[in-house]
């Protein structure tokens, strides 16, 4: 049984920074790896960033140079920097397993999640 829990969340001030911890059990992030999302009130879920099996990350256009993802394969634990905060990174911010699909291998597809931890940020 996959669990994932996330830790690390809080209320900042615009320009702030935070780091954002996800712990995985029955899974493996040195496998297909994993990633990171977030639910803004009245929005959707959005990508916000993920680690490929091969070590490779890929950032939404909305983080990138702020945000940065790292794994831990010994702790099998994946980590979120966000720094330079702003009031629209305010959301629920979820860990995700990725999906492995049998013959074509490891995907970008989000398979489990987490239960999220609320990132606050106040101008």
């Known amino acids: 049984q996959v669990q994932l829990v996330e830790s690390g969340g809080g209320s900042v001030q615009a320009g702030g920074s935070l780091k954002l911890s996800c712990a995985a059990s029955?899974?493996?992030?040195?496998?297909?790896?994993g990633g990171w999302y977030r639910q803004a009130p009245g929005k959707e879920r959005e990508l916000v960033s993920i680690i490929r099996s091969d070590g490779t990350t890929r950032y939404a256009d909305s983080v990138k140079g702020r945000f940065t993802l790292s794994q831990d394969n010994a702790k099998n634990m994946l980590f979120l920097d966000l720094n330079n905060l702003k009031t629209e990174d305010t959301a629920v911010y979820y860990c995700a397993t990725l999906v492995y699909v049998f013959p074509r291998g490891c995907t970008e597809r989000p398979g489990y999640w987490g239960k999220g931890t609320q990132v606050t940020v106040s101008s």
């Open positions: 029955g899974y493996k992030f040195s496998g297909c790896g």
